[in-house]
């Protein structure tokens, strides 16, 4: 399936690619873990969170772009279109996931009880 110009698989691709490198450990030193017990995650939030971090990697798209049409020498046009390539993967994979909350809530309203 085609969305908006892209093959699914090939966002998916990049997903998995945004993941992997997401979970290398970092040249960072570890902070000092201490144990408690898991908090329950509220999907309300976890949902929250996830489009306000879309949210924020499009403003961050759109400033880097600002800043390089208004001539700043610190911004490289790479960084520029890196950073609107992972906005746009972000939003594409925000729709899928609506889509497929979507798909699954008129299954649920259409079932026979």
């Known amino acids: 399936m085609r969305t908006g110009g892209i093959d699914s698989s090939q966002i998916q691709s990049m997903i998995a690619q945004l993941k992997a490198a997401a979970t290398r450990p970092q040249a960072t ?3 000092v873990q201490t144990e408690q017990p898991a908090s329950k995650v509220d999907f309300s939030d976890a949902l929250k969170g996830a489009l306000d ?5 499009q403003n961050k798209a759109q400033a ?8 700043d020498d610190s911004v490289n046009l790479s960084d520029v279109m890196i950073s ?3 906005a746009s993967i ?5 729709v899928q996931v ?8 008129s299954d649920i309203m259409n079932m026979q009880v």
């Open 29 to 31: 030193v570890p902070a």
């Open 53 to 57: 971090s879309v949210a924020e990697s």
């Open 64 to 71: 880097l772009s600002q800043r390089f049409q208004m001539g």
């Open 84 to 86: 609107m390539q992972k």
């Open 90 to 94: 972000n939003f594409q994979a925000t």
């Open 98 to 105: 609506r889509n497929k909350l979507v798909q699954a809530y």
